[in-house]
């Protein structure tokens, strides 16, 4: 009888103890899964930004709620950061932004001329197999001084001869996203126009 119970204490403690590696075999698959999902979700959306930008590079334009409200092409929208504004041939402009409500997201959405709408509103991190959420964004235009990693002066000139600080041939965007369980990831894409 006594055999009995300690094979049975036994075998208590090794079922115990296969149960909790069990479970944290699974929280780590879990883990992996949001991972992958930020990694695939933030490569998706830099590919977007640069899909959309790369044919008028020339054109971009950045807007700031702290500018003047005259000057707005996308804004007033949810966000506090700057705009991605990506104009068409047609005059319509699609705005890039993080929309700061909560949970902050990645959004897309097209404004036909200033006095209409944005819409559709699309959420960029929609469709991801993990709640993700952006946590970080900023966008800024790339001059050619900058895109030949020259710096500008206070007069504009720029420490790369021969390049202008003035025109703009692109931006930069640079944008955080986490899953609420791993370390947050930052993308980035850079758009500019040839140099060639």
């Not at 990694?39 to 334009?61: C, D, F, K, N, W």
Request: with cysteine; charged share 15%.
């Amino acid at each position: 009888m006594v055999e009995v119970l300690a094979a049975a204490a036994i075998a208590a403690v090794v079922a115990m103890g296969l149960a909790g590696f069990f479970l944290a075999m699974l929280r780590l698959g879990k883990d992996m899964d949001a991972q992958a999902a930020l990694q695939r979700q933030g490569s998706a959306i830099a590919e977007e930004l640069g899909r959309r930008a790369r044919p008028v590079v020339g054109s971009l334009m950045i807007e700031d709620p702290a500018d003047d409200p005259a000057t707005w092409v996308c804004l007033p929208l949810s966000t506090h950061d700057t705009v991605l504004v990506i104009p068409d041939a047609g005059g319509s402009v699609t705005c890039l932004y993080r929309d700061t409500s909560a949970p902050p997201q990645v959004v897309r959405c097209t404004r036909p001329t200033p006095a209409d709408p944005c819409a559709p509103v699309a959420n960029l991190l929609s469709g991801s197999l993990a709640p993700l959420s952006a946590t970080a964004w900023s966008a800024s235009l790339v001059t050619p001084c900058g895109a030949a990693d020259g710096t500008c002066d206070v007069s504009g000139v720029c420490s790369v001869g021969g390049q202008s600080c003035a025109a703009v041939p692109g931006a930069t965007v640079v944008f955080t996203l986490s899953d609420g369980i791993n370390r947050p990831e930052t993308f980035g894409v850079t758009i500019v126009a040839s140099r060639h």
